[in-house]
């Protein structure tokens, strides 16, 4: 059984640009969500994923955008990057939406 | 408002006694409770859960306990270990008014284990 892989590790982007992060759901998980974790704080809930539709977010501007495919794996779209978009982005699967989640490590995004 | 908040930023316990983090809630609405662990550089690792319907839950060395009186939650680890030593967040997962998941985080509380 393999767990939540997310791709890249790190990356940077320069302000205004677009970026795309991605993850691979644990096997059997039909639910992903993404957070944001600025340096030192707890992760924020960005959104949640469940057989290919949101349903549930946080308090993330429209620039934050989502999908996920039929094999359950997401992608996390941010358009029109800031400064404080830096930070450790990650992505969660579980099995339905209100079940214990297993994180990934992490994307962390620099923004300069 | 809502939140989901810790009291101590900071606990520091001996090794080998037991250690207890608290969680304040403020949304009675708030139906399911998660404790996870994150040690540096990695994502957060389930540790124990807890639904509304329950006060208390036990684990391997880990019980969470839960008042709904006072909305407070708490992870209680025994005999505490080196490799304990990490960040601990309690998160909150509940339905909002348009009937869609929230999932709310604590600000964490660091345990520093002393050898």
């Known amino acids: 059984e393999t767990g939540v892989t997310q791709s890249p590790t790190h990356l940077i982007k320069t302000r205004g640009q677009q970026v795309t992060l991605r993850c691979s759901s644990q096997?059997?998980?039909?639910?992903v969500s993404w957070y944001q974790q600025a340096l030192g704080q707890g992760p924020q809930f960005i959104f949640q994923?469940?057989?290919?539709?949101?349903?549930g977010r946080g308090n993330f501007p429209p620039r934050f955008s989502g999908l996920q495919f039929p094999n359950y794996s997401s992608e996390l779209n941010v358009n029109a990057l800031e400064l404080d978009d830096s930070a450790l982005y990650l992505c969660?699967?579980?099995?339905?939406?209100?079940?214990?989640?297993?994180f990934g490590s992490g994307t962390r995004l620099t923004v300069v | 408002g809502e939140s989901v908040g810790l009291h101590l930023p900071t606990l520091s316990v001996q090794e080998g006694d037991n250690s207890i983090i608290n969680c304040a809630y403020s949304?009675?609405?708030?139906?399911?409770f998660i404790w996870y662990k994150q040690e540096s550089g990695k994502g957060p690792q389930f540790i124990i859960d807890?639904?509304?319907?329950?006060d208390k839950r036990q684990g391997q060395r880990v019980t969470v306990l839960l008042n709904k009186t006072v909305k407070h939650l708490s992870l209680q680890i025994a005999a505490t270990q080196p490799g304990d030593s990490a960040v601990y967040f309690c998160?909150?997962?509940?339905?909002?008014?348009?009937?869609?998941?929230?999932?709310?985080f604590g600000t964490g509380t660091k345990l520093q284990v002393i050898p």
């Open positions: 969660a699967s579980s099995l339905g939406q209100a079940s214990g989640y297993t």
């Open positions: 807890i639904r509304s319907n329950m």
């Open positions: 998160a909150e997962n509940r339905r909002d008014s348009g009937g869609y998941q929230k999932v709310t």
């Open positions: 994923y469940y057989r290919e539709e949101e349903n």
């Open positions: 949304n009675s609405a708030s139906d399911y």
């Open positions: 096997s059997g998980h039909n639910t």
